[in-house]
């Protein structure tokens, strides 16, 4: 016969350690917002990561990833789409790859309980900085973290003439309209606009305008370069995430004629 005490503690042990609830799970498709952050600065963006997930039929179970990467907020126009056909997961750790060699960027991460947390990196710099993306719900920005801003803007700035030949006005704006490429088959960004410079003050109407055209921008460094559709002008430098533009301009005929520095309004 089996004592009262025996019986209850073999109860008691059962309770414990056979009949304990199940974790909460949240299942894996979705759409999670998320917080790159950068590496050795304060920048950070914001982005879009949504999870599909199909079982073929086998026993497996396919992951597929598309992440949506934004200039500004997320209501912005300007962002960069791109798509992983294949994002394995490792059932017994959680961690899920989203790379694939068409795309020029990658996240490592682990997923558990709604969160998607880990690191992204880039094909041009490695490593870029952390990564999370909640369910449901959107992560909290950096404490003292600077938003990556649209290229799209106003822009003010002055020119200084570094050629003895070269009597650029002093005045300058630049204007710039930002959208999604749709006519690429790779994420990229298209960007139109014109600029204007000026012989008198800002405001006034002495200046000749000019439209902007090969446009090139790269995400990562912000290596921004694009040639006038007169006057034989290229404007190459970095824009820097807070809206910030100190390109060299050159001219035909002349190579280097004057700097800029340009301020987003």
Not at 18 to 38: N, R, S, W
Not at 71 to 89: I, N, V
Request: hydrophobic fraction near 35%; proline fraction near 4%.
């Amino acid at each position: 016969m089996v004592s009262k005490y025996l019986f209850a503690g073999l109860v008691f042990m059962g309770a414990s350690v056979g009949f304990a609830a199940p974790p909460v799970t949240e299942p894996v498709a979705g759409l999670y917002k998320a917080i790159l952050q950068q590496d050795d600065n304060d920048f950070y963006q914001e982005a879009f990561i949504t999870l599909r997930t199909v079982n073929p039929g086998n026993g497996t179970l396919k992951i597929s990833a598309n992440v949506k990467v934004f200039f500004g907020d997320s209501t912005s126009t300007e962002f960069l789409t791109y798509e992983f056909d294949d994002c394995p997961m490792n059932l017994l750790t959680r961690q899920i790859s989203m790379k694939d060699a068409k795309n020029d960027v990658s996240f490592i991460g682990s997923l558990k309980s709604g969160k998607l947390q880990g690191e992204w990196f880039s094909t041009v710099q490695g490593k870029v900085g952390q990564f999370e993306a909640l369910k449901g719900a959107s992560p909290t920005a950096p404490k003292n973290g600077v938003l990556v801003k649209t290229l799209t803007g106003h822009y003010r700035g002055e020119v200084a003439n570094t050629h003895i030949e070269s009597n650029l006005p002093e005045r300058i704006s630049l204007s710039l309209v930002t959208t999604q490429d749709t006519a690429s088959t790779d994420p990229t960004i298209k960007v139109t606009g014109n600029v204007r410079l000026y012989l008198g003050e800002f405001g006034s109407w002495e200046y000749v305008e000019t439209k902007v055209t090969d446009v090139q921008f790269n995400f990562y460094n912000r290596y921004l370069t694009f040639k006038t559709a007169e006057y034989g002008l290229t404007f190459k430098g970095t824009m820097s995430p807070a809206g910030s533009y100190e390109p060299k301009i050159f001219a035909d005929g002349l190579g280097e004629a004057a700097e800029a520095k340009i301020q987003r309004q």
